[in-house]
């Protein structure tokens, strides 16, 4: 590759904030990587901190999946399609999640050039020399009214309206653009900043080039002191990448010239033939420079342990961060959170006990969409046994279909014994649909579930899955002790019996289990 970076360096913080929504990605960066992704959720109680990474990780896993090493514009504006297609998937399936979204801004290094990509007011800056010599413009409302002239410099820093965003990535239903640049302008000594408003919220451009014009470009300081700076000012997440360019040119032509290098100083020492009289003291220079060498490699050696070590020492806290954070969330019940922070974890510092934390919750995640599926499936069976009651009992007022009256009461009871089933299943599945006194509500659907025509009509409505339910149904009153029908448990057992007899011929295995158990 032909743009050579230092070890890149990253922060994120929730500084006064009660939650961290911003994602930087990858958080494990080498000096072997091409793309940084920075994101900053919006939506608060809607799960901005899912939305950050979901945005992170599905952008930059395009953008991976299509030639890495090759960037394009058009690579960029499919991934953020890619990205949208994820938030509307999720949201979907996470119905609280609605609402949320995310600014991004990205650096893709190339050969010879690099593409800048952002939505919103999430910025990129490339310094030379302390200065900045490109900056993204913020998708931002208060920028836009800066640009029209309707706001002074100074009337915005105090806007009451400064957090609100242009554009923002928040799923297939509310499409928004990237604005993308290509940066052919670098130089060895370059640095690029990528970040959230967190950082910029107190932090002037100027106030930027005067840190890292004080640090002499060296990215471990201008990190310490942009972190120093956030940790007093700044009421918002704060988070960055921090990547410092080291040589802009050809593998080949840094090959050729070290070659250069190496013939020269073959040839340069060739040329200078040595007495015998001072080959011994050559010898006891050679030797002490020897000794000198290994003892620097030595000394090198154990300052990049020391410095490798205090590095894990650094994940594994903030690891373990993520952990009771996930942890939380999965008290209260927020798993999608939970999986963001414990695959969050893993990722900085992979441990047996966060992954196998992820996964659980993975599972779990899982189980609740196919609940969630058979919920809204009983849902749909109810509403469609109420049209067609509905339909039936207009019909059964017009005096013209007398005649019919006899098969049209017929198809009544056929959709209410239908509607009785589906109900109660509802009911076992997810009693807090219902309003009111739940106990009063199953009481209700417990007569009606063993009513003489529910089962007499059942064949026409149910399949072997339905059956199965309607038995699990039967087997959940038998073990109520409050049931209405605590003296008739026979005839409970009886229906349930009946149901898992017509699931087992239809081939649903688990109906065979069950009917072991209670006969």
Same mark, same amino acid.
């Given at each position: 590759?032909?743009?050579?970076?230092?070890?890149? &360096?990253?922060?994120?913080?929730?500084?006064?904030?009660?939650?961290?929504?911003?994602?930087?990605?990858?958080?494990?960066?080498?000096?072997?990587?091409?793309?940084?992704?920075?994101?900053?959720?919006?939506?608060?109680?809607?799960?901005?901190?899912?939305?950050?990474? #979901?945005?992170?990780?599905?952008?930059?896993?395009?953008?991976?999946?299509?030639?890495?090493?090759?960037?394009?514009?058009?690579?960029?504006?499919?991934?953020?399609?890619?990205?949208? %297609?994820?938030?509307?998937?999720?949201?979907?399936?996470?119905?609280?999640?609605?609402?949320?979204?995310?600014?991004?801004?990205?650096?893709?290094?190339?050969?010879?050039?690099? &593409?800048?990509?952002?939505?919103?007011?999430?910025?990129?800056?490339?310094?030379?020399?302390?200065?900045?010599?490109?900056?993204?413009?913020?998708?931002?409302?208060?920028?836009?009214?800066?640009?029209?002239?309707?706001?002074?410099?100074?009337?915005?820093?105090?806007?009451?309206?400064?957090?609100?965003?242009?554009?923002?990535?928040? =799923?297939?239903?509310?499409?928004?653009?990237?604005?993308?640049?290509?940066?052919?302008?670098?130089?060895?000594?370059?640095?690029?900043?990528?970040?959230?408003?967190?950082? $910029?919220?107190?932090?002037?451009?100027?106030? #930027?080039?005067?840190? @890292?014009?004080?640090?002499?470009?060296?990215?471990?300081?201008?990190?310490?002191?942009?972190?120093?700076?956030? &940790?007093?000012?700044?009421?918002?997440?704060?988070?960055?990448?921090?990547?410092?360019?080291?040589?802009? =040119?050809?593998?080949?032509?840094?090959?050729?010239? $070290?070659?250069?290098?190496?013939?020269? $100083?073959?040839?340069?020492?060739?040329? %200078?033939?040595?007495?015998?009289?001072?080959?011994?003291?050559?010898?006891?220079?050679?030797?002490?420079?020897?000794?000198?060498?290994? #003892?620097?490699?030595?000394?090198?050696?154990?300052?990049?342990? =020391?410095?490798?070590?205090? %590095?894990?020492?650094?994940?594994?806290?903030?690891?373990?961060?993520?952990?009771?954070?996930?942890?939380?969330?999965?008290?209260?019940?927020?798993?999608?959170?939970?999986?963001?922070?414990?695959?969050?974890?893993?990722?900085?510092?992979?441990?047996?006990?966060?992954?196998?934390?992820?996964?659980?919750?993975?599972?779990?995640?899982?189980?609740?969409?196919?609940?969630?599926?058979?919920?809204?499936?009983?849902?749909?069976?109810?509403?469609?046994?109420?049209?067609?009651?509905?339909?039936?009992?207009?019909?059964?007022?017009?005096?013209?279909?007398?005649?019919?009256?006899?098969? #049209?009461?017929?198809?009544?009871?056929?959709?209410?014994? =239908?509607?009785?089933?589906?109900?109660?299943?509802? @009911?076992?599945? *997810?009693?807090?649909?219902?309003?009111?006194?739940?106990?009063?509500?199953?009481?209700?659907?417990?007569?009606?579930?063993?009513?003489? *025509?529910?089962?007499?009509?059942?064949?026409?409505?149910?399949?072997? *899955?339905?059956? &199965?339910?309607?038995?699990?149904?039967?087997?959940?009153?038998?073990?109520?002790?409050?049931?209405?029908?605590?003296?008739?448990?026979?005839?409970?057992?009886?229906?349930?019996?009946?149901?898992?007899?017509?699931?087992?011929?239809?081939?649903?295995?688990?109906?065979?289990?069950?009917?072991?158990?209670? %006969?």
């Amino acid at each position: 590759m032909a743009i050579h970076i230092l070890s890149p &360096l990253y922060l994120s913080e929730k500084g006064k904030r009660s939650n961290n929504e911003d994602a930087i990605f990858p958080d494990n960066a080498t000096t072997q990587t091409r793309l940084f992704v920075v994101c900053d959720g919006v939506g608060g109680s809607e799960k901005g901190e899912v939305a950050s990474h #979901l945005a992170a990780t599905s952008f930059y896993q395009y953008c991976t999946e299509n030639d890495l090493n090759s960037p394009k514009e058009s690579t960029l504006h499919e991934a953020l399609i890619y990205a949208e %297609q994820k938030f509307s998937e999720h949201i979907a399936q996470h119905s609280e999640t609605k609402g949320m979204g995310t600014t991004l801004v990205c650096l893709w290094l190339g050969n010879e050039q690099a &593409l800048v990509a952002w939505c919103g007011d999430s910025r990129l800056y490339q310094f030379r020399n302390g200065n900045i010599i490109f900056k993204t413009d913020d998708h931002s409302l208060v920028n836009q009214l800066l640009k029209n002239g309707d706001l002074t410099e100074e009337e915005a820093e105090n806007f009451p309206q400064k957090n609100v965003i242009l554009r923002a990535i928040a =799923g297939s239903e509310k499409p928004t653009q990237l604005q993308v640049s290509t940066l052919t302008d670098l130089a060895a000594n370059d640095i690029f900043l990528l970040c959230t408003d967190g950082v $910029t919220e107190k932090l002037s451009d100027a106030a #930027l080039e005067m840190i @890292v014009s004080q640090s002499n470009d060296n990215l471990v300081e201008i990190k310490q002191l942009i972190q120093q700076y956030c &940790l007093q000012h700044s009421n918002d997440n704060y988070s960055f990448h921090l990547i410092g360019i080291e040589q802009v =040119g050809s593998e080949k032509e840094a090959t050729i010239e $070290t070659e250069k290098t190496t013939v020269s $100083t073959s040839t340069t020492h060739s040329e %200078q033939p040595t007495p015998a009289q001072n080959v011994l003291p050559e010898r006891r220079a050679k030797s002490n420079s020897l000794l000198f060498t290994l #003892l620097g490699v030595f000394l090198l050696l154990a300052a990049i342990g =020391g410095w490798y070590a205090w %590095q894990q020492q650094q994940k594994n806290v903030q690891a373990e961060v993520f952990y009771k954070k996930a942890l939380g969330f999965e008290t209260e019940g927020s798993l999608d959170s939970a999986l963001v922070y414990y695959q969050r974890a893993n990722t900085i510092s992979p441990q047996a006990e966060y992954e196998k934390a992820a996964t659980h919750i993975g599972e779990k995640l899982t189980t609740y969409h196919q609940y969630n599926d058979k919920i809204t499936n009983i849902k749909k069976d109810i509403a469609q046994n109420l049209d067609q009651m509905t339909s039936i009992l207009s019909l059964l007022g017009d005096s013209s279909l007398s005649k019919r009256k006899d098969s #049209l009461m017929l198809e009544l009871k056929k959709a209410k014994a =239908g509607l009785d089933i589906t109900r109660a299943l509802l @009911v076992v599945s *997810d009693t807090t649909s219902y309003d009111g006194d739940s106990l009063k509500q199953e009481r209700v659907l417990e007569k009606r579930l063993l009513g003489k *025509d529910t089962l007499a009509f059942a064949d026409a409505i149910l399949n072997g *899955d339905t059956w &199965l339910l309607t038995a699990q149904t039967y087997i959940h009153l038998l073990g109520k002790n409050d049931t209405i029908y605590a003296l008739s448990d026979s005839l409970v057992r009886q229906h349930a019996l009946y149901c898992l007899q017509k699931a087992d011929s239809l081939g649903i295995s688990k109906a065979r289990d069950l009917l072991q158990v209670i %006969q």
